[in-house]
């Protein structure tokens, strides 16, 4: 099975939707079992096979719990750690408390559900590790400091994996997304500031969230049997460029 955190909407639905349409069992997450419900219906529709994982990052107890669940009930191969929140408050009304909260939510908690899954995967000598960061872990701007603190942290614990994990037959990777039209971001995306950074993209657009999917099916494949600690970036190169005329 490949659990995918967050996977009720935006760039968790497609990567998740992916590997279901490859042949895996997807485990969809997020808090609300209301919201994930039609997703599920959606890909059984289709003939895909998928079930429900919910809990919320921010709840050690109960992540352990239905993790817990669900490895008593089957394997989990492929763990994709996509929940990501985003405080975008500037440092004078950011708190030590918020700042800690985020780093829980996106940092530690993807930790902790590492640990949760890795028995199983070394147990069976297989397992593929992906954490979705951010181009923001490297490319800092003004009003996200805890986001950005998390993704490089998060960025630095996959090095960490996969240099420990490898022995065991299991590959860490991430991906690091650049601007991606999904609904958390549409607002900003249509405003004034939107099109200043549509502009920065030297493809001149956001990318659509299914154009997430290929990197995460690549990583979770076959295909990448031989990379591990990578950060592949889908960008459309806003991070190989300086700023654009
Ligand atoms: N979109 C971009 O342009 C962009 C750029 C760079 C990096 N990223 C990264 O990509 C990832 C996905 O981004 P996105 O834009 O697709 O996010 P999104 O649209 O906000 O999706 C969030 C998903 O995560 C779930 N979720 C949120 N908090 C959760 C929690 N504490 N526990 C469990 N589930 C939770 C939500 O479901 P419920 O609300 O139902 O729980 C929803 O399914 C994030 O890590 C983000 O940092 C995105």
Redesign the pocket.
């Known amino acids: 099975m490949a659990l995918v955190?967050?996977?009720?909407?935006?760039?968790?639905?497609e990567m998740a939707r992916a590997l279901a349409e490859a042949g895996a069992h997807v485990l969809l997450?997020?808090?609300?079992a209301e919201?994930?419900e039609p997703r599920i219906k959606e890909l059984h529709a289709a003939g895909l096979k998928a079930g429900m994982a919910v809990?919320?990052?921010?709840d050690r107890a109960g992540m352990e719990r239905e993790v817990g669940a669900l490895l008593a009930a089957g394997r989990i191969d492929v763990l994709i750690n996509?929940?990501?929140?985003?405080d975008r408050r500037a440092l004078n009304a950011l708190s030590t408390t918020d700042f800690e909260r985020l780093i829980d939510?996106?940092l530690n908690a993807a930790f902790a559900l590492a640990k949760l899954v890795l028995p199983g995967m070394i147990e069976r000598r297989y397992g593929r590790i992906i954490m979705?960061?951010?181009?923001?872990a490297e490319l800092a701007v003004p009003g996200s400091a805890s986001?950005i603190a998390a993704?490089g942290g998060l960025g630095a614990l996959v090095r960490a994996l996969a240099a420990e994990t490898a022995v065991h037959g299991i590959t860490c990777n991430a991906i690091a997304?650049?601007?991606?039209h999904?609904?958390?971001?549409d607002r900003m995306f249509s405003s004034p500031a939107g099109e200043r950074w549509q502009a920065r993209v030297p493809m001149r657009r956001f990318a659509q969230?299914r154009e997430i999917a290929g990197a995460a099916l690549f990583l979770a494949s076959d295909a990448a049997s031989y990379v591990n600690g990578h950060t592949l970036t889908v960008d459309g190169g806003v991070s190989a460029t300086f700023l654009m005329p």
């Open positions: 955190t967050g996977s009720a909407r935006g760039l968790g639905w997450n997020g808090r609300s919201r994930l809990f919320d990052m921010a996509n929940v990501g929140e985003r939510v996106d979705v960061t951010s181009i923001a986001y993704k997304p650049g601007f991606f999904t609904e958390a971001n969230p």
